[in-house]
């Protein structure tokens, strides 16, 4: 595991964003695992803005979301086939047919879980996976206990997300009790796992979940296991991390973030002369 510390909360998804458009312009046929949820809004402008103004270049990727509500159709508001919509497909040149989120409303959920799989296996596996992290330490609707072996399956939401999202929904009364969510195994079969954490109350459980011991109480743990996962905080989200002055050491001195490195104080994503510097 990787770890990167950025000075906030816009440079952490700059340096997200970066990773994928590199990844996009390295292999244009990529698959990207790809997340909901706050965090990840700052990451899909920036992957717009880079299509907008750069050209960044969707249209031979094929995207597998995490997660879904059950009993949520893709035309609902806080279904999060409508939030990927808004936020990144229907802003760039992605083919609407090369994006996938399991279907909340599937008449057969268990179907619909093994079909999922079968659709990421068959698409070559995931290139590069982005994460978020729940409070209590969940990918996607991996919640406490779940194995680290497990695959596409219904998932119950634990009360900390209930009330993590409730606010979405006008209420926890309002949320669907369960979802259909990759598994903690799936996610570890991707090739390369990109984790943005941002804010305070991400600190504890980023802490346990990068130098805390291993274990299905906290689904993040298991990236501990994975051969190429990078994760990347602001100072707030870092601020419980042990080693915090030894990941920086790292992100100054490696070679491979050298192009990746710029001092925060002249580094602006929204300048629009570091764009073709950022993407080379
Ligand atoms: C949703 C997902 C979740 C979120 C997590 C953090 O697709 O994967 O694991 O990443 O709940 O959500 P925010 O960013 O809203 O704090």
Redesign the pocket.
């Known amino acids: 595991m990787e770890v990167v510390i950025q000075p906030n909360a816009s440079a952490a998804a700059d340096l997200v964003a970066q990773i994928i458009a590199r990844e996009l312009r390295a292999n244009p046929r990529a698959v990207l695992g790809l ?6 809004e700052s990451v899909y402008d920036r992957l717009v803005r880079l299509h907008r103004e750069t050209g960044l270049d969707f249209s031979g990727c094929r995207t597998f ?3 879904e509500y059950i009993g949520l159709s893709g035309n609902h508001l806080n279904s ?1 086939r409508h939030y990927m919509n808004q936020h990144l497909f229907r802003q760039v040149n992605i083919d609407l047919r090369h994006t996938h989120l399991p279907d909340g409303v599937a008449v057969d959920l268990e179907k619909e879980c093994a079909d999922y799989e079968r659709l990421i296996t068959q698409a070559g596996g995931i290139d590069l996976q982005l ?4 409070r209590n330490g ?4 991996n919640e406490p206990l779940s194995a680290f072996r497990s695959r596409t399956r219904i998932s119950t939401l634990s009360p900390e997300t209930i009330e ?1 999202n409730a606010g979405l929904f006008g209420g926890p009364e309002n949320m669907p009790r369960r979802a259909i969510t990759m598994g903690v195994g799936t996610i570890l079969d991707g090739r390369r796992c990109v984790l943005l954490a941002t804010g305070p109350d991400k600190a504890a459980i980023l802490a346990q979940a990068v130098e805390g011991p291993i274990t299905s109480m906290i689904s993040a743990t298991a990236l501990q296991l994975h051969p190429h996962c990078t994760v990347i905080a602001d100072e707030a989200a870092g601020s419980r991390l042990k080693k915090a002055d030894y990941y920086r050491t790292i992100f100054n001195h490696d070679p491979k973030w050298e192009k990746f490195r710029q001092p925060a104080d002249n580094f602006s994503f929204y300048q629009p002369s570091s764009l073709p510097e950022m993407i080379k």
């Open positions: 997340a909901t949820g706050g965090t990840m979301n995490l997660d999060y994460l978020g992290i729940g969940h990918l996607g609707f993590q």
